[in-house]
């Protein structure tokens, strides 16, 4: 079945760094990919998203890249703030309203 | 506009007794889940609904756990009896006004304690 690795599942960066966090999928069928920040007892917020028909896509600090032949996709923040403390989860699904098949989380720590 | 409801927040119970847990979604919403997390992992589904027909509960286990969807809105989600293994965050999500889409928004989940 669908398989999504997420790494790395902690990471700890300086006010100001990036942080980068990397998932890879297993069932090429999947076109859809989120990326969603859940605080300590929150729910999981959609942050961003990015469908297969684009490689790129970026909303301020936080951007998304795919490449559909490695079958891998990526989270970039720039300039973090110690408010982008959170675990991050990428997910994939397949299809408008498939099941999203999540990661395992990223703990992303960052220090001021 | 109001973002996906559930209830209760918290609850703890003892194996072997039942539990169900409610979720209102976005109005309008089409497509409804329930996830499972478990502490320290991603979200599982454990069944999708479009209106009030299931799409996928492949990973129900039906032998405890069942769900509704009455009239295509609210759903109800119910485990009898209740192990310790099913200590976990139950979160509701929903999708699609009218018609499928792919983004999906989460509720505030139900804290399940198994004792």
């Known amino acids: 079945g669908e398989n999504v690795e997420q790494h790395p599942s902690t990471l700890s960066v300086q006010e100001g760094d990036s942080a980068v966090i990397k998932c890879t999928y297993s069932?090429?069928?999947?076109?859809?990919f989120p990326w969603y920040k859940q605080e300590l007892g929150k729910r999981p917020q959609l942050i961003i998203d990015?469908?297969?028909?684009?490689g790129e896509k970026k909303d301020q600090r936080i951007a998304v890249t795919l490449n559909k032949t490695a079958k891998h996709f990526s989270l970039h923040i720039t300039e973090t703030q110690p408010e982008d403390s959170a675990v991050y989860f990428c997910a994939a699904s397949i299809g408008q309203g498939g099941k999203l098949i999540f990661g395992q989380g990223t703990e992303l720590s960052v220090k001021p | 506009e109001a973002g996906v409801a559930q209830s209760p927040r918290y609850k703890i119970i003892e194996k072997r007794q039942s539990v169900a847990f409610w979720c209102n979604p976005i109005?309008?919403?089409?497509?409804l889940y329930w996830y499972q997390q478990i502490l320290g992992q991603g979200p599982k589904l454990l069944i999708q609904f479009q209106n009030n027909g299931v799409v996928d509960d492949s990973q129900l286990p039906k032998d405890r756990f069942s769900a509704e969807r009455l009239k295509g809105v609210d759903s109800t989600l119910k485990i009898q009896p209740a192990k310790l293994e099913d200590s976990a965050v139950y979160l509701c999500?929903?999708?699609?006004?009218?018609?499928?889409?792919?983004?999906?928004?989460f509720g505030p989940g139900t804290r399940l304690t198994v004792t």
């Open positions: 069932d090429s069928a999947s076109n859809y």
């Open positions: 109005s309008g919403h089409a497509t």
């Open positions: 990015i469908r297969s028909n684009v």
């Open positions: 999500a929903s999708s699609g006004r009218q018609i499928p889409s792919y983004e999906q928004y």
